[in-house]
């Protein structure tokens, strides 16, 4: 569910997948990585909904 969620940002954004893991995760290939079936704990995955909230609630979201 966290992948899909996601993707659908992504398109919404216009973000390219590997900047989205370095200003969510810190990590460029986060989304790569759960495309080939990578599951992040919990707290990791709440850390990234939270960035894609506020993110959304930008100014420069769009």
Do not use: C
């Not at 899909?4 to 390219?16: D, V």
């Not at 997948?17 to 992040?40: I, M, S």
């Not at 894609?52 to 979201?61: D, F, G, I, V, W």
């Amino acid at each position: 569910m966290l992948l899909r969620q996601i993707e659908r940002f992504l398109r919404l954004t216009r973000m390219p997948w590997t900047k989205f893991g370095r200003l969510a995760a810190q990590d460029p290939r986060f989304v790569g990585d759960l495309r080939n079936g990578r599951r992040p704990r919990a707290p990791t995955a709440d850390r990234i909904r939270l960035f894609m909230t506020t993110y959304l609630e930008s100014p420069h979201a769009r």
